[in-house]
């Protein structure tokens, strides 16, 4: 049985499909470069990344709403404003559906995700699959 051919996207290559063959060029110092490039490559087209992204935020700045560490802690210290009520920042307002901003209201969740009506959900009769 004649073995597969692996491809590498990032350097554009094709090599017989085995183990050894894949590990030695996956560790290899061009196609490490080549991976490298092309991420980043992708660094300056969005403007929306930041410094901050991919990191967690400070429990303990969370919590006391100070941190020992200040500017130099590794965690994002949110603005006082998120912290009051980080429930209100989520829920949209009627104005957010009137205006037609991406938005999720309740009526367009799936139904696995509404919260539950008031009274309780009704009894669901019994099926006997004896």
């Given at each position: 049985?004649?073995?597969?051919k692996?491809?590498c996207?990032?350097?554009?290559?094709?090599?017989?499909?085995?183990?050894?063959?894949?590990?030695?060029?996956l560790?290899?110092?061009?196609?490490?470069?080549?991976?490298?490039?092309?991420y980043?490559?992708?660094?300056?087209?969005?403007?929306i990344?930041?410094?901050?992204?991919?990191?967690?935020?400070?429990?303990?700045?969370?919590?006391?709403g100070?941190?020992?560490?200040?500017?130099?802690?590794?965690?994002?210290?949110?603005?006082?404003?998120?912290?009051?009520n980080?429930?209100?920042?989520?829920?949209?307002?009627?104005?957010?559906?009137?205006?037609?901003?991406m938005?999720?209201?309740?009526?367009?969740?799936?139904?696995?995700?509404?919260?539950?009506?008031?009274?309780?959900?009704?009894?669901?009769?019994?099926?006997d699959?004896?």
């Open positions: 049985m004649p073995l597969g692996y491809y996207d990032y350097c554009d290559k094709q090599f017989q499909d085995t183990s050894s063959a894949r590990k030695r060029h560790q290899g110092l061009q196609h490490q470069r080549a991976k490298t490039l092309y980043e490559s992708f660094k300056g087209q969005n403007q990344q930041s410094d901050s992204f991919g990191r967690g935020t400070c429990n303990h700045f969370l919590r006391t100070f941190c020992q560490y200040g500017d130099s802690c590794i965690y994002i210290h949110p603005k006082p404003q998120h912290l009051q980080p429930i209100s920042q989520l829920m949209p307002t009627s104005e957010d559906a009137i205006r037609g901003g938005s999720i209201s309740l009526g367009n969740l799936p139904p696995s995700l509404r919260p539950p009506p008031e009274g309780g959900y009704p009894p669901l009769p019994f099926v699959w004896g």
